[in-house]
């Protein structure tokens, strides 16, 4: 099966070509194209992201994303032909609310020859509600002018099954490598043995998921207030580091690692929120606070911050929040015996996290089979929606409605999904 896949829910326009096929019990992907244009630049100056400015960045950039992944994929077959005014009406209609790309559409798409593909994939939450409308209203209209059926993914559940995406030959950490490495991979999709546990760890998310088979999930414990990933960017302000705030608090966490010595100095400790509680929820804004204190009291007492004494706190702080993570992790994949444990979302790409995963687990609970996804597909892309959309429509495919019902949901839980799976663009 060859799935398109659209993801807009944040600050990333993704798209992405996957072939899947299944034999036995086992699947295997390959990456025909997988682009993820970052708008990080665009809303680093506000310190987060920004709504509308997002979704304006989506709107002009989807098509000619899409162009070159067709490209990539060799899917890219010019034939221009005229539209009937039906379908341009029909069109123009879908993309009503996105005047630019409804414009890009028009003079671009029917010049395209359809391609080989059976069913698009597209993020429909959660996540910020105008930049998950202009991938749906994309992914629709696309149905509708190639007549091919839309699959509706939580984005959740694609962090879910991101962990899947193992790579058979080792896969460079160069910047400058990866897009062309992944582009000609193979990845080997283990089979999940259940129960079992995702750790959901992003800007917008920290829950734990307990997974009954691929298509029940529990949310059994989730944060209270900020997100983890959300609090690195937090904290990450505070101490005038870059946005997003994650990979620069882990890499001056680092630093101080590498200095032993330096860091018994500061003798930093910051509290492990609910780390005792007998529940799995977690909170990470009175961690964020306690910096805030801290930093605070270093500027009463005039210690200057400098990138030592920075490197310091970024360390205690991950510290943290791995503690907190970590405990409950394990404590809950005791509690329901979970054959599997996956971890999926932004803040997984942290190598400190990573290492001390494997680690505990390993003597913890050896017989669960971790699953952690490389790095490149921790953050948001539309290869994981792609594989999430793969197993929805292999295995309830044959629920599907208009895709007039299918809507954009910021909210949407990960286990409360009452949509169909699979959308038709025509009634028939
Ligand atoms: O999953 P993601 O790309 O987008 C959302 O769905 O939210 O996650 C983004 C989050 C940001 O908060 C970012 O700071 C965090 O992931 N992140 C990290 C690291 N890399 C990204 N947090 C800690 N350590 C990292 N290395
Ligand atoms: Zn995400």
Redesign the pocket.
């Known amino acids: 099966m060859k799935i398109l896949s659209i993801e807009t829910?944040?600050d990333e326009t993704a798209v992405a070509i996957l072939a899947i096929a299944t034999s036995g019990k086992s699947a295997k992907a390959r990456i025909l194209a997988n682009l993820v244009h970052s708008q990080i630049s665009i809303h680093a100056p506000y310190g987060g992201v920004f709504p509308t400015l997002a979704k304006r960045e989506h709107a002009k950039n989807l098509i000619p994303i899409l162009i070159q992944a067709l490209q990539k994929a060799k899917f890219l077959k010019l034939k221009p032909y005229d539209i009937s005014k039906e379908i341009k009406n029909h069109t123009e209609k879908i993309l009503t609310k996105e005047p630019e790309l409804l414009a890009q559409f028009l003079s671009e798409i029917p010049s395209i020859k359809k391609p080989p593909i059976d069913a698009i994939a597209v993020t429909y939450g959660p996540g910020l509600e105008p930049a998950l409308w202009v991938g749906v209203n994309f992914a629709k209209a696309l149905s509708y002018i190639w007549d091919i059926p839309i699959v509706a993914v939580n984005?959740m559940e694609g962090?879910v099954f991101s962990a899947l995406l193992k790579a058979e030959k080792k896969i460079s950490n160069s910047k400058f490598l990866i897009s062309k490495q992944i582009q000609n991979t193979t990845y080997q999709i283990p089979n999940i043995q259940f129960p079992a546990l995702a750790l959901l760890v992003?800007?917008?998310h920290t829950e734990l998921v307990l997974m009954k088979d691929r298509n029940t999930y529990n949310i059994i414990g989730q944060t209270l207030d900020d997100a983890v990933?959300?609090a690195?960017?937090k904290v990450a302000r505070m101490l005038s580091l870059p946005y997003?705030?994650?990979?620069a608090?882990?890499a001056l966490a680092e630093t101080a690692k590498n200095q032993e010595s330096v860091t018994r100095n500061y003798n930093i400790r910051l509290p492990r929120p609910m780390i005792d509680r007998p529940n799995f929820d977690f909170s990470f804004s009175g961690l964020k606070t306690a910096v805030l204190y801290l930093l605070k009291d270093y500027e009463k007492a005039g210690v200057t911050l400098n990138k030592n004494l920075k490197a310091n706190i970024c360390r205690e702080f991950q510290q943290a929040a791995i503690d907190v993570l970590l405990k409950k992790t394990i404590a809950s994949a005791k509690k329901y015996s979970v054959k599997t444990l996956l971890i999926g979302?932004?803040?997984s790409?942290?190598n400190e996290l990573r290492k001390q995963f494997q680690q505990t687990i390993k003597k913890e609970i050896p017989d669960a089979c971790f699953l952690i996804p490389d790095v490149h597909f921790t953050?948001?892309n539309a290869a994981m929606i792609a594989l999430a959309a793969y197993f929805k429509k292999n295995e309830r495919g044959n629920k599907t409605a208009d895709f007039s019902k299918l809507a954009a949901s910021g909210n949407v839980r990960i286990d409360t999904q009452k949509m169909p799976a699979v959308f038709l663009p025509r009634a028939s």
Do not use: K, T, W
Not at 244 to 247: C, I, R, S
């Open positions: 829910s944040c984005h962090h992003s800007g917008g990933g959300e690195f960017d997003p705030g994650g990979p608090v882990a979302g932004g803040v790409a942290n953050g948001d």
